[in-house]
């Protein structure tokens, strides 16, 4: 069982950017509930709507935190619609938000997930503040799930983007590209690979780390979220190839 | 009368932009005097010197925080020249930063105000950091107002943008945009409009909720400000429309 | 000697954006160690790799915190590489990052300087994580240096640009633009200067405020960072005078 923290940590990841009030708004009615509530942001910076994105993020992001953490998840073009809200109990730590995939990639076997009581005076536009910032308040003081939602065993999630392995190659694709023009892979770090090409014309060597190539060179390193990402070395990755996310990307072994 | 707490909450708007070391300064000017403050970003990522929009912005959140709770806003082109700096007293909540209307829309019938009396080692281009940061951080401690200040009669305040009533229709306007494009109007949602028309030439009915219409069609929801906003689903109004802050908006009864 | 205290404030700069979970994750395996640690964002908006602008910006801010507080920075193209990591003390304050010239703006004569262990276990790309912040948190908690590291004698330092003294003039150079388009100088604003002049076609008298010229006019002042800056009132000196950082400046006495 999870055990929440009178002082608990709660992470926040929203598309609302950091520009209007409404990344604020929602820490303000955390506070107004819990003073002492320590609130980290994830991130508000994807584009609107990036929920596999979102989801991809808090796989990598959460197990930084202590368990217990109560993550706060906003990505919800939904809102205000019948769409469920959710609280998911996975490997010790709370998500909550809207069930719409954002929580596919950190579910257990042990996962609980509990629909939200929606309350009738909440706003049709602004659940991260009227619905969602509550419940996440309520569970980083010690309010168990089951009384704050109902458990139900159907909620959307989606597969990880599954790997073909043949003779002596893999193929996967590009799921993430981060601010350097990183391209990181569904490939996983744990197969030996030689070498990469992207998209049948650029080809990346597998190295240990970056400046083990030339500037402006392609190379391949195991990231640090377990997956191999192609990078290129003091410039962006992501330009120089052209390459989008869900490019396709061939692991020689 | 407003009742500060030792561990206060001071949340903190600026023009600042998070890429310099403008925003961290006052930061630790704050934390120097008062380790056990909680400090909350609004924004820093305004356009340089929109004022209006700040106050606009204020206005929708301060509410969200508990009273007590001190609200340090700095858009200040003025910084330096005898411009009065001000602390509001207002709802129970206090603000602290340059006369310059920013605090227009969170005066009540109690309000007070205070000019600051200002120090004159302090730099003449950087008072958030030497004047309004001190000033917010002993409020935070329980200093009242009027030891930092002398009350004052005249300020600043500009005029909400007023609506036009007919027989059957209402005359705003596009007050602000937010980062989603949705355009926010001064026309309230206790107002029962149909539909809207923008610039004479689109049209957005009134809705309940984003996912009512189809993708990138318009529609009108009563916004979490408490104002009738226009949305493109799954899309940006704004770009759609070409729309800008003073846009007029005509609702049909 | 430098005094941590155990709800240390630790400070966080890096290249990393605020749109991937590359910060959180800082941050979350700080919070894992010492929950109790207040972690300040100084910025991470930094086009990548800009190891100078860093530096000057740590220069800046790092008086406005108290002593005994941990400036963790993070630009680090060579992550993974055989470059140091290093702990520097100075002015009563830690600074942790890589040995690249990040803090030579920071030392002074009772600099120390200190070689950090590194552990077998950590990624090759992401020592913000792995190394650095474990070594913060450890300072926070009144860990001394001397139990994280090895003492150094060398270690990347760069020299700040020097200024040419002449006759009745002094040529320096823009150092830093910030987000107001503001052309910081290496002009110290002690040297008492009556107007600048730049690339040889603009010219900038110097005054006391911003608002002391007309809109859209230059004006130099002195900044709130101890030296000469070029601005536009209510404009943007950057875009105006299409100038770069090490664009020359001449200062007439």
């Known amino acids: 069982m999870i055990t929440a923290r009178k002082h608990g940590i709660i992470t926040f990841l929203s598309d609302f950017g950091m520009r209007d009030w409404y990344v604020p708004a929602v820490k303000g009615e955390i506070l107004k509930k819990n003073p002492a509530a320590m609130i980290i942001d994830i991130t508000h910076g ?5 929920v596999r994105e979102a989801a991809f993020i808090l796989k990598n992001v959460y197990r930084s935190f202590p368990t217990g953490t109560v993550h706060l998840a906003v990505i919800d073009p939904g809102v205000g619609s019948p769409r469920h809200a959710i609280i998911v109990c996975s490997h010790g730590h709370y998500f909550v938000g809207p069930d719409n995939g954002l929580f596919s990639y950190v579910c257990s076997r042990d996962t609980g997930v509990y629909a939200i009581k929606e309350k009738r005076s909440a706003s049709r536009t602004f659940h991260a503040r009227d619905i969602f910032a509550p419940v996440a308040v309520s569970l980083s003081m010690g309010i168990k799930p089951q009384a704050l939602g109902v458990r139900v065993r159907k909620f959307v999630r989606f597969k990880f983007p599954p790997l073909i392995k043949k003779h002596r190659l893999v193929k996967g694709e590009v799921i ?20 990469f ?3 049948d014309s650029y080809m ?34 992501a330009n120089k190839t052209n390459v989008h996310i869900g490019t396709k990307v061939i692991g020689y072994l």
Chains 1, 2, 3 share one sequence.
């Open 46 to 50: 994807l584009d609107p709507f990036s």
């Open 176 to 195: 993430y590209i981060d601010r350097f023009g990183n391209l990181i892979t569904n490939i996983p770090g744990t197969i030996k690979v030689r070498r």
């Open 197 to 199: 090409v992207i998209n």
């Open 204 to 237: 990346a060597p597998v190295g240990s780390y970056y400046g083990q190539t030339k500037v402006d060179r392609l190379i391949a390193l195991r990231g640090s979220a377990g997956y191999y990402e192609i990078a290129s070395y003091g410039g962006d990755a």
